[in-house]
């Protein structure tokens, strides 16, 4: 046969049903309300986010609608900064902000994750803290008059007792790796 | 429920480790009014909501029970002065007294985390309803020594009284509670444009891409600056980092020349209950390090 | 004149009747018909092995299957039976009751028997349709079912229907354009109407309208006719500033007390407007929607009927200008109160709607401080009107300045499960079309914006009208504005919307932002609906009969629901809405009549406790308590439902020919054994 068959395939604009899985996201729905959403907009014009970055609100919600798994590796669903306005003034109960969460749950099972929140989840490991502290603010902190570390996990593993810290490392946020892809492979 | 006029101070991770000046100056406020407060042994990260619970929800639920469970055994309400410490811990302990099915759920895989149990039998409050509301602007006249004569642009953050449903506080579209409170003393609030969206800095955006957040930022900068304030009130040390940092950032990237203070709520109140100028920290911030409260002292009761 | 017409006139309008009631006296001799309805049943159910089943039941004297019963050898069949075999109780084994049980009910009352004495078997619905794949075990559920009908049958009894005179008059609450055209249709077959309105004049939202779509004729040019069509009217008594007291009686027979409140302006009143002129108070005008102002005495709008000016008791500061100056001697603040009694036989509802006030939508800011700028549609409408205090200009309420921005915004209060309004209201598309249109015809320079979730302009003219208004240049942009902000220093406004279409979000400049607002139940629809013991819909309108076969019948006999009572309409669905309430509550007057089936509740009074619990159960409220103390059931009110029955601790009281006994019979088969009651 022909290869022509793949050039074909590659500039094809069209979708079909192939294309989407309608119910892969029905966890999404059943948690928040995908399915209702009339596509009027308010999400996405209350989206501060929005305005100064490629972040679609509806658009996301009507690519989980369909069922368009490619939204899992839009890096716009990392630009939500959470601040609930869609959420707030949405007229079908859809809470955009939840839908953005839980697909970003979504999307961290298969390994879509950037470097930088990885590195913040071994913070959380290593210290009990996303940010941990440094020497500057050791200091400071004697120089106000608070003790030089405060009675948090990263205190207790400094003295010696990281039991706690050992349990949450183990068993909480496992992130897993990047699924190659076969694209990448050619 | 737990005792009266006891709080366990939920340190989070941002003020310990970045601004001790802020729970500096609100343990020196709640103690000035009266509150005991205890220090959470073994406490950690919140975990932050627009962080850990994007990328599991469900073990974001964990650990915050898990500091949930700490306050619980001290029989004492949670108090923090962070909105994502605040959103975190106030929405989970919601959800897990509400659903039982859930609680369940979370109670079995705390139970890998060490001797934990969510029962549900305190509240989480964050410092701004406690002053706005359980002390208000009648209750803190008595205790005020300083008053001071301050034009501030008031920075809400989103996630003190967002979603409404499930923090159910003020009003997100209007809301007053900081406005009313900081009034008496002395503060006048200055209305900005679009002044209830949100600092850029959440959701993990902040780490995700720096460059997405300070355009964000930068707009909130440029319409904080047309109305000119004295100082940058906010409630929150995340939104905190972002003026500072923000600020920062945009003077030596974007050519702007800002130097607007920023100051948390406890911060402010902790001056005019006569906290010295020095413990507010100034000088370990980026922005107005030479900005002095004292200059605009109208009423003094200590110098009197 | 067909022979049932002529029996009818024949008979004796009289309480009672000579139908006998009860169980009949003669042994039971039950015919068992299986209907094939084509495929439909036959398809799946062997009809001829429920037929021979069904023959071997005691009692059944026949048994057969026919292709099709109701047609007409098929009722033949049923005649032939009763004429010849002395079947004296039918069952048919076919479609719904609703379908064709009154087909089969009346073939055996025209045989001479109690129409009640058929019982009707729904093998089609509940068996062969939803059992397609299994014959057999469908063939086995017909056979219970008819087992169950023959049970039922056996125990049938014979109710009597009764004609009970009905009161010739009728009452209209509320005089907006439905009102109005109901009052007016009912008048107009010779019956007398009350007609009640609550505000102090009558034409309701209509009057306050600029122009109408889809033809921008006037408003007040199209009901003026009808305005002074009712007013003048022979038949029809009309009573402003007044409200519904109290409603007793059922269907045919009402006794309504109505309190009119005093205008202080005796009818004498000559409408020179002198005392209004010299009245030193000022307060928002109502009916312009806060859009001008009137005096403390006033007359609402210059075409107001009745013309007599009206004083408001509230914003009265009792200076007595107006006595004074009154060349007539009219005004009066001696006047007082009154309550009058009407009876009638029907009502009609018309109490109208209200536009939604957005001011709970904290992000469009309306009503607050600042927002001046930001109104509502019906707002707008009285700045188009020609008697509006801008000549007429749309002008902005802060400076008084023409806009040269006007931004629309759909859907305030519908489509919104924020503020608890689901529906669409399905007029605002249509009503901010056309105001865009002339606003645009007003001011060609002007931007003028409709920012829209989905157009809704269905029905001929309207995509037309829609049209239209693009070419004039209305630039319409689909996406629902999450607020509207206000710059605090320079004081502008803007609309933030995404426009969906481009995937922009746009923060739009506005001079003038209009609300296009939702229409909700009036106030007060509460207190009057438990007045009338009428029940609500979710979306606190008044809840039609059915909504699509009786969409102008309430919940109870009696009363009917005419226009945006009953839900959002425009004009023209108003109009005919309220026609056909008109013809509805018209029907048993102009008959002179009422006829009921006495299927109605018996109370066995050894058992009754008098608890009351069947009195708190019963929806259309036809039981109460009598002089002694014990519940009694109005024959006439009665809907037949039989919720007192379960309400009832002790069994005492019994719905006719749903008697726990002859439910029980009925279950039997259908749970497969126990015990056929024998008494």
Redesign the interface.
Not at chain 3, 415 to 418: F, L
Not at chain 3, 478 to 483: I, L, M, V
Not at chain 3, 496 to 500: K, Q, R, S
């Given at each position: 046969m022909v290869k022509i068959s793949d050039t074909e395939e590659s500039s094809r604009k069209y979708k079909t049903d192939e294309d989407f899985d309608s119910q892969y996201f029905k966890n999404i729905e059943r948690k928040t309300n995908i399915w209702s959403c009339i596509q009027c907009g308010t999400c996405t014009a209350s989206c501060e986010s929005g305005r100064w970055t490629a972040l679609k609100t509806r658009s996301i919600i009507r690519r989980l609608v369909l069922g368009d798994l490619s939204v899992l590796e839009d890096p716009d669903i990392w630009l939500c900064t959470t601040c609930y306005q869609c959420y707030e003034r949405c007229p079908r109960d859809v809470r955009p902000t939840d839908v953005i969460m839980e697909l970003r749950n979504y999307a961290t099972k298969l390994g879509n994750i950037s470097p930088n929140h990885r590195a913040v989840v071994g913070y959380l490991k290593n210290f009990g803290h996303a940010v941990p502290i440094n020497d500057q603010i050791r200091k400071q902190r004697v120089e106000l008059g608070l003790e030089e570390l405060p009675p948090t996990l990263t205190k207790y593993k400094e003295e010696g007792d990281d039991k706690d810290l050992k349990k949450i490392e183990e068993h909480l946020f496992d992130i897993p790796e990047k699924k190659e892809d076969k694209e990448e492979e050619e | 429920m737990a005792r009266d006029m006891i709080f366990a101070f939920f340190l989070g991770c941002l003020m310990p480790n970045r601004y001790p000046q802020i729970e500096k100056a609100t343990k020196f406020v709640m103690e000035k009014l009266g509150y005991e407060i205890l220090e959470m042994e073994k406490a950690a990260c919140c975990p932050a909501p627009g962080v850990f619970r994007s990328f599991n929800k469900g073990d974001w639920m964990v650990h915050a029970a898990r500091n949930l469970c700490i306050a619980e055994k001290m029989d004492a309400d949670i108090l923090t002065v962070c909105n994502g410490c605040f959103g975190t811990l106030q929405e989970v302990n919601k959800h897990l007294k509400e659903d039982e099915n859930l609680r369940e759920q979370v109670n079995e895989k705390l139970k890998l985390l060490g001797d934990y149990e969510f029962k549900g039998t305190i509240e989480v409050r964050h410092m701004t309803e406690v002053l706005g509301w359980d002390i208000g602007s009648w209750g803190i006249e008595d205790h005020i020594v300083r008053k001071v004569d301050l034009r501030a642009s008031i920075h809400y953050g989103c996630h003190f009284l967002k979603p409404t449903t499930i923090r159910e506080l003020d009003s997100s579209e209007k809301p007053t509670i900081i406005e009313d409170f900081i009034e008496v003393l002395g503060v006048e609030a200055v209305p900005f444009n679009e002044q209830l969206t949100c600092c850029g800095a959440g959701g993990g955006v902040k780490a995700y891409d720096g460059n997405a957040s300070m355009k964000i930022f930068g707009e909130k900068m440029k319409n904080i600056d047309e109305v000119k304030p004295d100082i940058i009130l906010d409630i929150c040390p995340f939104c905190h980092l972002q003026f500072e940092t923000g600020q920062d950032y945009l003077n030596k990237n974007k050519g702007c020349n800002y130097d607007y203070p920023v100051i948390h709520i406890a911060q402010l109140t902790a001056y005019c209950l006569g906290m010295d100028a020095e413990s507010l920290g100034l000088q370990y911030q980026l922005m107005g390090k030479t900005f002095d409260f004292g200059a605009k002292v109208i009423k003094d009761k200590e110098a009197a | 004149m067909t022979v049932k017409d002529e029996k009818i006139k024949n008979s004796e309008l009289a309480e009672g009747s000579q139908e006998k009631m009860g169980f009949p006296e003669d042994e039971p001799r039950i015919g068992v018909y299986v209907c094939h309805c084509g495929h439909n049943i036959a398809g799946t159910v062997d009809v001829a092995e429920v037929a021979e089943s069904a023959s071997n039941l005691p009692n059944v004297v026949e048994a057969k299957h026919y292709m099709f019963m109701c047609s007409k050898p098929g009722v033949q069949l049923l005649k032939d039976d009763i004429k010849e075999k002395g079947v004296n109780r039918t069952v048919v084994a076919s479609c719904s009751k609703n379908q064709h049980g009154r087909t089969f009910a009346r073939t055996i009352e025209e045989m001479g028997l109690n129409k009640h004495l058929h019982q009707q078997v729904n093998v089609r619905e509940f068996c062969s349709w939803v059992h397609k794949k299994d014959k057999d075990k469908a063939t086995e559920k017909a056979k219970k079912l008819v087992e169950a009908g023959v049970n039922r049958a056996r125990k049938l009894e014979e109710v009597e229907t009764k004609k009970i005179r009905t009161t010739k008059a009728a009452l209209v609450i509320g005089a907006g354009i439905a009102g109005l055209r109901a009052t007016y249709d009912i008048a107009e077959l010779g019956i007398p109407v009350y007609l009640i309105e609550r505000n102090s004049t009558i034409g309701g939202h209509m009057t306050r309208l600029n122009k109408t779509f889809p033809t921008n004729e006037c408003p007040q040019c199209s009901i003026s006719p009808l305005t002074n069509g009712v007013a003048n009217h022979p038949l029809v008594e009309l009573y402003t500033n007044a409200q519904i007291k109290s409603v007793e009686g059922s269907m045919g027979n009402y006794e309504i007390e109505v309190e009119i409140k005093p205008r202080y302006v005796k009818d004498n009143c000559t409408s020179c407007g002198e005392c209004e002129a010299n009245c030193p108070v000022e307060v928002p005008s109502e009916w312009d929607k806060g859009m001008s102002t009137r005096g403390a005495i006033y007359k609402a709008y210059p075409q107001a009927i009745p013309a007599t000016y009206v004083r408001s008791k509230k914003d009265c500061i009792e200076c007595n200008t107006c006595i004074n100056i009154c060349p007539v001697q009219a005004v009066d603040f001696s006047q007082e109160p009154e309550t009058k009694t009407f009876k009638v036989g029907s009502i009609v509802v018309a109490a109208g709607y209200e536009e939604y006030d957005p001011t709970e939508i904290?992000?469009y800011?309306y009503g607050?401080e600042g927002y001046d700028d930001i109104i509502t549609q019906l707002q707008l409408e009285r700045m188009l009107g020609p008697t509006s205090m801008t000549g007429s200009e749309v002008m902005r309420p802060s400076d008084g300045k023409i806009p040269k921005k006007v931004v629309m915004i759909q859907?305030v209060g519908s489509?919104?499960?924020?503020v608890g309004n689901k529906y669409c209201t399905g007029v605002c598309c249509k009503f901010a079309t056309k105001n865009a249109g002339l606003v645009k015809d007003m001011y060609p320079d002007a931007d003028v914006t409709i920012c829209y979730?989905?157009m809704r302009t269905p029905g001929l003219n309207f995509e037309e009208y829609y049209k239209a208004a693009q070419e004039k240049g209305v630039r319409y942009i689909?996406?629902?504005?999450?607020?509207i902000?206000k710059?605090?220093?320079s004081g502008d406004l803007s609309v933030?919307?995404?426009?969906?279409l481009s995937?922009t979000?746009?923060k739009l400049k506005a001079d003038l932002v209009v609300l296009s607002a939702a229409m909700v139940p009036p106030e007060g629809i509460g207190p009057l609906g438990s007045k009338l013991k009428i029940l609500r819909s979710k979306e606190g309108f008044f809840k039609e009969f059915h909504i699509k076969m009786n969409p102008t019948a309430s919940s109870k006999g009696g009363i009917y629901l005419a226009g945006t009572i009953q839900g959002p309409k425009d004009i023209s669905e108003t109009v005919a809405h309220a026609g056909n309430a008109a013809a509805l509550a018209a029907q048993p007057l102009v008959k002179g009549y009422i006829e009921k089936e006495m299927l109605i509740p018996y109370i066995d009074y050894d058992l009754c406790m008098d608890c009351g619990m069947c009195i708190t159960a019963c929806n259309p409220a036809a039981i109460s308590m009598n002089e002694d103390g014990r519940p009694d059931v109005n024959e006439v009110a009665c809907k037949s439902c039989g919720i007192c029955m379960p309400a009832c601790p002790t069994g005492a009281i019994q719905l006719l020919n749903f008697r726990d006994d002859q439910l029980l019979d009925e279950i039997v088969p259908i749970a497969g054994g126990g015990v056929v009651c024998n008494e």
């Open positions: - | - | 904290d992000a800011h607050q859907c489509r919104n499960e924020q979730i989905d689909r996406g629902r504005p999450s607020e902000l710059d605090p220093i933030i919307v995404e426009d969906t995937q979000p746009l």
